[in-house]
């Protein structure tokens, strides 16, 4: 994903010179292009996130668009009143971006966790929050918020993420992709675990449950008409996200369908207080097993709620 | 209440502005209850000083996009950028009548929203100097003419974010960035030196690779002296340290820490007034 940002963004600075990338002593390996072909607009701020957002800020008051990079919570946490006061407040055109999104650092340990990031940076003034679900929503996602005038975040997964989409579709900030379709159960997610709830899909049809799949690279403002719509179509919505079950995905979905019909949502998400006290160490794989949120686990936890929840709405008289 | 003529943007005497930005500040601070006039004080002569004779900005073209670029980090200050900012007919003069007021555009810390001349709004220490940082970045690497002025509190030095953008101006050689410190030496709940302690201030600036020079922040001829030759060294950023007196004017709120949190009421008001009504008068009117 970071290669597929890095490439892209290096196609839309060659067009537009107002593009400039800030980094904070991180991005070996993926910035140099970046760096080589536009000396004059790329700046390794060093290890200093704050003042990264304030440049960033500053910059972007003159006219420049600013990406800043760096990994996990390093862009967001350490420079969050720099990012409400300096960025949000006055709508400044910078965009965050974080490379690790989740667990992808997952041998670092906790303090490389981005798993709080989504509902953070979800409250947050004029914030538009993207988070895409393989390499071609990264490049779509990055095309599309170089163009936006505002704030943005952008969640990135790490390298190696499988190419969900085998065809290029049709991408707009604040709108659904519908992956795959289905009549029996929407699995929504968000982020690079898009291509773990595709392969939950592909098992419990193997299962004779048909799943539809609705990936929602922009959690803020989120597409709450495709939602009401998937839900309308199958009932059970189950929210998917590679993030602390507080703030992220899970919350935006039940906010968007609180007041329309009642759909009976499950939310599979992490347990942020588990990661931070837990001795939970191993690879972003590991993690995510045992956090419930394999394939396989997801598979068997929405058989579980599909049997509960027809049984549920059976006796509500649908 | 002096007359204000909002076009008037022409050449302008410093120390009258002053005089009439701390007459302002005692007004705006008394009416709205509000806090902070130690501080708005302090800075009086350093904000008349560049508004008067130094800074390149245009009342009646404030988003005129080769402007300097000031930015007053110590934003609790409000009430001092507010006047002069009026003083120079950047907004008409009324609207610091309704400073802190309901519905009100004019709040307690420095607000740029529908605030005509003002670049950002700051009120949390330690922003501005990045945010000066990343203006000058932009001014120096676009081969654009404008420069960048920081207002800081001493205090403020006391936030990390300050140093780490300090690292960085010099790192990068920003000459057309300029930061001056209104070193009263009285911060939130102490002297600066009880609090945490700054000095050597100067060596700590110099040790970063600025420029430093230091002045008498209330003696507009030093002040205008060392803003008129700017950059202090090429290739380096400056600063100058400005020594201050918080509070300066109002002998009772000089060097007194409560009158960071204190509103006068009337008749600390009328005592004010007449203190600063007692000052010889300069020939040269403004505002």
């Known amino acids: ?209 048909s799943a539809a799949v609705l990936s929602m690279p922009t959690v803020h403002p989120l597409d709450c008409e495709a939602l009401r719509a998937a839900a309308a179509r199958t009932g059970l919505v189950c929210a998917i996200e590679e993030h602390h079950a507080v703030g992220g995905l899970g919350d935006a979905v039940a906010r968007a369908l609180a007041g329309g019909p009642p759909t009976a949502v499950r939310f599979f998400a992490l347990d942020g207080q588990s990661l931070a006290t837990g001795r939970q160490i191993g690879g972003q794989a590991y993690l995510l097993e045992r956090a419930g949120l394999s394939p396989q686990s997801l598979c068997e936890s929405v058989l579980g709620a599909l049997r509960a929840d027809k049984g549920g709405l059976a006796r509500a008289g649908r | 209440m002096l007359p204000v003529d909002r076009q008037a943007a022409g050449p302008c005497h410093s120390r009258s502005l002053a005089r009439a930005v701390r007459r302002r500040a005692l007004e705006m601070v008394h009416r709205a209850g509000a806090a902070h006039i130690g501080s708005s004080l302090s800075a009086a002569d350093i904000l008349a000083v560049l508004y008067a004779e130094i800074l390149r900005v245009d009342p009646a073209r404030p988003a005129w996009p080769l402007r300097d670029r000031f930015i007053m980090s110590k934003g609790h200050a409000a009430a001092a950028l507010y006047a002069v900012l009026a003083l120079r007919g950047f907004f008409p003069a009324e609207w610091l009548d309704a400073y802190c007021a309901d519905g009100s555009p004019l709040a307690g810390h420095v607000t740029a929203h529908g605030v005509p001349g003002v670049e950002v709004s700051t009120g949390s220490l330690g922003h501005g100097l990045p945010l000066g940082c990343g203006m000058a970045l932009a001014g120096w690497r676009s081969r654009q003419p404008w420069r960048v002025f920081v207002l800081l509190s001493d205090g403020e030095c006391d936030e990390g974010s300050t140093w780490e953008a300090a690292l960085f101006a010099a790192h990068h050689g920003l000459q057309n960035l300029a930061a001056i410190i209104d070193y009263n030496k009285l911060q939130g709940f102490g002297a600066v030196e009880d609090v945490l302690r700054l000095e050597p201030l100067e060596a700590k600036w110099q040790a970063f690779g600025w420029a430093v020079r230091h002045c008498d922040g209330h003696d507009h001829t030093q002040l205008a002296h060392w803003l008129h030759r700017l950059p202090f060294e090429p290739g380096k950023p400056s600063l100058l340290v400005a020594h201050t007196i918080k509070g300066k004017g109002v002998g009772f709120m000089e060097n007194q820490l409560a009158w960071h949190y204190r509103s006068p009421d009337a008749a600390q008001m009328a005592a004010a007034i007449a203190e600063l009504d007692a000052l010889p008068q300069t020939t040269e009117t403004c505002g």
């Open chain 1, 1 to 209: 994903m970071r290669t597929a940002f890095i490439e892209t963004l290096c196609h839309l600075a060659r067009q537009d010179t107002r593009i400039w990338l800030l980094a904070g002593d991180l991005g070996f390996s993926v910035l140099e292009r970046f760096a080589q072909a536009f000396p004059d607009r790329f700046v390794n701020v060093g290890v200093a996130e704050q003042n990264m957002i304030g440049i960033a800020a500053g910059l972007a008051l003159c006219g420049k668009v600013v990406f800043t990079y760096s990994i996990a919570n390093f862009p967001t946490f350490r420079c969050l009143e720099q990012i409400r006061n300096d960025v949000c407040h006055h709508r400044a055109n910078v965009k965050i971006v974080a490379v690790g999104g989740g667990l992808a650092y997952g041998t670092l340990g906790y303090t490389h966790f981005g798993v709080e990031d989504l509902a953070v940076m979800r409250c947050l003034p004029h914030m538009t929050v993207v988070a895409p679900g393989d390499p071609v929503e990264a490049r779509l996602a990055t095309q599309a918020i170089a163009s936006l005038d505002g704030p943005c975040y952008l969640r990135l997964g790490k390298a190696g993420e499988a190419v969900v989409h085998t065809q290029e579709p049709a991408f707009r900030l604040g709108e659904a992709i519908l992956v795959r379709p289905g009549e029996d159960v929407t699995l929504v997610s968000t982020g690079a675990i898009l291509g773990r709830v595709v392969e939950a899909a592909r098992l419990l049809q193997a299962r004779g449950v």
